[in-house]
């Protein structure tokens, strides 16, 4: 497994290592010992998702607060991705600053988005397959949700020929400036 930081130092590019010959291939898409030693500290997972979207599909920019954060361990196993964390911690001098990651199917690649940092994504093929490991379940109450064409970020999304297509709690999130967020 390779482990790679991202401009933002707690979020982190993984890889793991991949086998592949003329039958196909294989990999090792999670290990918890190895994975624990790269970000330095134990990580437990206590839920699993999977969702499938289409072209020009753009989910986010979301995130979990006390007592019921989230950190997220995500993948795509079909199609491709723009994956992006977003450092939402006022104390935190990368307040605002995010970091964009293209997943794929084709190049194994994984995200680790830790409690602190809102997270969206903006699928590029036809369809994707996205699955994410969490940290706590889902908790209605603790969730939040930042604007993912907020100027004040700036994030570069990439075109996908077709406009971007949101949920209306996506459409009707807060800008950072006006978002309730971690200290």
Known sequence: MKITP????????????????????????????????????????????HSRSARGVLRGLHFQLPPHTQGKLVRVVSGAVFDVAVDIRRSSPNFGRWEGVELSAENH????????????????????????????????????????????????????GVPPLLADKDAKAALLADARVFD
């Open 6 to 49: 991202t401009s933002l130092p707690e979020v982190l590019i993984v890889e793991p290592r991949v086998f592949g010959d003329a039958r196909g291939f294989f990999t090792e898409s999670w290990n918890e010992a190895a994975f624990n030693k790269a970000v330095g500290h134990d990580i437990r997972f206590v839920q699993d998702n």
């Open 109 to 160: 690649k994984q995200l680790w988005i830790p409690p602190g940092f809102a997270h969206g994504f903006l699928v590029l093929s036809e369809t994707a397959d996205f699955l994410y490991k969490t940290t706590d379940y889902y908790a209605p109450a603790c969730e939040g949700a930042v604007k993912w064409d907020d100027p004040a970020i700036g994030i570069q999304w990439p075109s996908t």
